[in-house]
């Protein structure tokens, strides 16, 4: 017999093991009066509480090891960041003193007021905030009342390597605990594909599965099951055939693996001889250095947006800093750093009162800091300065007309100037490009790519906007067809406008990136890509397989034909043309 059970695979590969039921009592939260006499000792159990559950973070970071795992150190140190946040522990001490009341129910009130803070802001990355401020109250809940997590309590069994966790919900910190016990594989009946968690799964590699709702009464202790992360499936089933099966699924991945790895030191060049790069979307230091190890021709674009954290943007020391730091792992190769791209809804507070009310069609990317010049003003001048310890191209995101271009221009002049006065002399000549994502730009290509040094093409957004289907809508997300025709013919203008013109032209959205497009790209006579380097092995065993040649004549008998919209003949032609 076999039970089916279906979530969302969050990650990607293939565990077998058994199950272990992690059994999480709901926490007890006492909510009493107290007296005058007793606000001080009160206050200080909360920061006892709050020592021992920093404490706990910090042991756990201290065990990751991997280089791939920075987004879990990352979101190990936010939250250790939080667990101290005056606008969490410190208003709670507050009320403890001014409403005489206990720690939890001081503690629940004041997460209550910053969640309602947080949810009002409809924005993706910022609902991230409130997972990460439940996760950090539930912590401190827990030592308060003396119930820690199992998994940080070192509860669950020391080796892992052939369990599989089914739980109701597991932290950042949770699963960076149970990684270093080596488990095989982690199931929850809660979260999400985009939630930190499922960040940390991915990055840290293991593969995991989400919103199996009920798991963990359907789901039997001890039990073998297997988890595709892939498809997003578990299957508890004692059948022999159904395990070789899925254990030959998970050594063919891993050889497949292995295999592309090899094709890194390999030239750069077609099987018809045509040259080709690759550079990385990378930003942080651990992307970096891979996109170093994988060869990368440097980086094609940084996004600029961690730079914006809770509350604050960081300031022109620490961006002239992170971008320095850039450039020295980079060690002489191009850094294109493209300015933030982030609408009014992820500002400090206090320029929040800007915020319209659809974000992606409303004050972001370059519209946004040429109407807030004192942040794009600290940008530019960080970047300028930069551009004196390494190669720098200015990368300009959501542009949809000539003017935004020459303002930009003029807005780098005067940061230029400003510098001058201070004594730094950048790099006269750093190359200002454009991204080009939105139909305006595709469709005015000619004017514009005159203005800029070089372009590089947004899929993801160009995409969105072209067919009119929210890449963040899961409920359209089959309609999300980068091979659909009206963007294989924008693309098309596209890229014979920067050729007329001369521009170097890249592509940095995640069609580079996926091995079943990136040969439509090579077919429009594309050759620059820029991909997360965790791609990169695949790409270019894809790539130095393919026959450029090819390509091109299916893709040009492709625009000229009327048939097959969303180009599927088209890819699949191009997969098995070698
Ligand atoms: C894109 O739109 O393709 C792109 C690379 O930018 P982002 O995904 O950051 O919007
Ligand atoms: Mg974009």
């Known amino acids: 017999m076999i039970l089916t059970l279906s979530g969302i695979g969050v990650s990607d590969g293939i565990a077998i093991g058994k199950v272990h039921v992690l059994s999480t009592g709901e926490l007890e939260l006492p909510e009493h009066h107290l007296e005058k006499s007793e606000l001080e000792a009160e206050v200080e159990r909360l920061r006892r509480a709050v020592k021992r559950a920093e404490q706990r973070l910090q042991d756990v970071e201290q065990g990751i090891q991997q280089v791939e795992s920075d987004p879990a150190r990352e979101l190990l140190q936010t939250h250790r960041l939080m667990i101290k946040d005056d606008a969490l522990v410190g208003q709670a001490i507050r009320w403890i003193r001014s409403e005489q009341i206990n720690a939890e129910w001081a503690l629940d009130r004041q997460s209550a007021a910053l969640r309602r803070e947080i949810e009002r802001i409809e924005d993706d990355y910022i609902a991230h905030r409130v997972e990460d401020l439940d996760q950090v109250v539930r912590l401190l809940q827990q030592e308060l009342g003396q119930q820690p997590s199992p998994v940080l309590d070192q509860r669950v069994p020391h080796q892992l390597a052939d369990t599989i966790i089914m739980a109701k919900q597991l932290s950042p910190a949770e699963l960076a605990l149970l990684q270093q016990r080596q488990v095989a594989?982690?199931?929850?009946?809660?979260?999400?594909?985009?939630?930190?968690?499922?960040?940390?799964?991915?990055?840290?590699?293991?593969?995991m599965v989400m919103a199996v709702h009920h798991g963990r009464r359907l789901l039997r202790e001890n039990e073998p099951i297997i988890l595709d992360s892939h498809y997003g499936v578990v299957l508890a089933t004692q059948d022999d055939r159904l395990h070789a099966h899925y254990a030959e699924k998970r050594s063919h991945a891993l050889r497949n693996r292995n295999q592309?790895?090899?094709?890194?030191?390999?030239?750069?060049?077609?099987?018809?001889?045509?040259?080709?790069?690759?550079?990385?979307?990378?930003?942080?230091?651990?992307?970096?250095?891979?996109?170093?190890?994988?060869?990368?021709?440097?980086?094609?674009l940084m996004r600029t947006e961690f730079m914006f954290s809770f509350d604050e943007l960081t300031d022109e020391e620490g961006q002239y800093q992170a971008y320095c730091n850039a450039l020295d792992i980079l060690g002489g190769k191009p850094l294109t750093i493209r300015t933030l791209d982030i609408g009014t809804d992820k500002l400090p507070r206090e320029l929040r009162r800007m915020h319209g009310p659809n974000p992606s069609l409303g004050l972001r990317g370059l519209r946004m800091s040429l109407s807030m010049q004192e942040i794009f003003q600290v940008q530019l001048r960080a970047i300028l300065r930069a551009s004196l310890h390494g190669p720098v191209r200015i990368l300009l995101p959501m542009l949809t007309r000539v003017e935004e271009v020459h303002q930009a221009r003029i807005v780098v002049s005067a940061c230029r100037e400003q510098l001058q006065v201070r004594g730094i002399r950048p790099d006269p000549d750093i190359p200002i490009g454009g991204m080009i994502e939105t139909p305006a730009a595709a469709l005015m290509i000619d004017p514009l790519v005159r203005e800029l040094d070089f372009i590089s093409i947004g899929t993801n957004d160009l995409v969105q906007y072209v067919l009119a289907v929210d890449r963040q809508d899961e409920l359209v997300s089959h309609l999300f067809t980068p091979s659909n025709r009206a963007v294989l013919l924008l693309l098309d203008q596209v890229v014979r406008a920067g050729r007329k013109h001369d521009r170097p032209m890249q592509v940095c959205g995640e069609m580079a990136g996926d091995p079943k497009l990136v040969r439509l790209l090579l077919g429009l006579g594309l050759n620059e890509f820029s991909l997360p380097p965790a791609h990169m092995a695949e790409i270019k065993a894809n790539l130095t397989q393919a026959h450029a040649d090819r390509c091109r004549k299916a893709l040009q008998s492709f625009l000229n034909a009327d048939d097959d919209e969303d180009g599927q003949q088209l890819i699949e032609a191009l997969v098995s043309n070698h």
């Open 185 to 207: 594989g982690l199931i929850t009946e809660h979260g999400g594909i985009w939630s930190h968690s499922a960040i940390v799964a991915r990055s840290l590699g293991i593969p």
């Open 260 to 300: 592309f790895q090899r094709y890194l030191a390999a030239p750069n060049r077609t099987r018809d001889g045509e040259r080709f790069q690759l550079f990385a979307n990378a930003e942080l230091d651990t992307e970096l250095v891979r996109a170093i190890q994988n060869d990368s021709a440097g980086v094609g």
